[in-house]
């Protein structure tokens, strides 16, 4: 079956350190991968979009990676600062649909 | 900025009553989703319309959900009767382009829906 699993539930790093937050992916073959940041009570937001034929995309503080071969993106977040805690969903599409996997909890202290 | 609209914000129901949520995407996005999302989980797609055609409603709990975008603009998802296990955030997202072309989805704040 199709799944999607991102790393440990919860991340606490301190502040100006690096975040690295993983996406895994089984029985797909995704053309495209997007990262997503979602607050508490509010819709998620999107941050970043990787194609299939890219190795690597970045914005700003963020970078993502993906090798279709491991099945695997990695999510970056350099100088990281309190105001990035939030939960991190990375999104692939399926067959016909996008699928999310449950979330990473970053939490960033002082 | 354009945002999605959703309401309401939050609803509480009694199990076996109706309920019903609104969403009006960005001007101009011809895509529109619904999702739920169970606290703790990522948001699991509901239905996905193409202007006023559905597109995928696979995941649709059909003998009491539906949904419709009649003019293709603004979309209704209802839930009759509501059944305890439905409490969740209800998600309403827009794009330019459908989910295959790989265009970011913009959320709403979405529906905190409560079934008591």
């Known amino acids: 079956s199709q799944k999607i699993e991102q790393n440990s539930e919860a991340l606490n790093i301190q502040e100006g350190k690096t975040a690295t937050l993983t996406c895994n992916y089984t029985?797909?073959?995704?053309?495209?991968l997007q990262w997503y940041r979602q607050d508490p009570g509010r819709g998620p937001v999107f941050l970043l979009l990787i194609r299939e034929n890219e190795k690597e995309k970045r914005k700003e503080r963020l970078k993502v990676t993906f090798d279709t071969t491991l099945k695997q993106s990695l999510f970056h977040i350099t100088a990281s600062q309190p105001a990035d805690s939030a939960t991190y969903l990375c999104?692939?599409?399926?067959?016909?649909?996008?699928?999310f996997g449950a979330g990473t909890r970053l939490t960033v202290k002082p | 900025e354009a945002e999605v609209a959703q309401s309401p914000r939050y609803k509480i129901t009694e199990k076996s009553q109706a309920v019903a949520f609104w969403c009006d995407p960005i001007?101009?996005?011809?895509?529109l989703y619904w999702y739920r999302q169970i606290l703790g989980q990522g948001p699991e797609l509901l239905v996905q319309?193409?202007?006023?055609?559905?597109?995928?409603d696979s995941q649709l709990p059909k003998d009491r959900f539906s949904a419709e975008r009649l003019k293709g603009v603004d979309s209704t998802l209802k839930i009759q009767p509501a059944e305890l296990g439905d409490s969740a955030m209800y998600l309403c997202?827009?794009?330019?382009?459908?989910?295959?072309?790989?265009?970011?989805?913009?959320f709403g704040p979405g529906t905190r829906l409560t079934v008591t």
């Open positions: 001007s101009g996005h011809a895509t």
């Open positions: 319309f193409q202007d006023e055609s559905v597109v995928d």
């Open positions: 999104a692939l599409r399926g067959n016909n649909d996008m699928r």
């Open positions: 997202a827009s794009s330019l382009g459908t989910s295959g072309t790989g265009y970011e989805q913009y």
């Open positions: 029985n797909y073959s995704p053309a495209y």
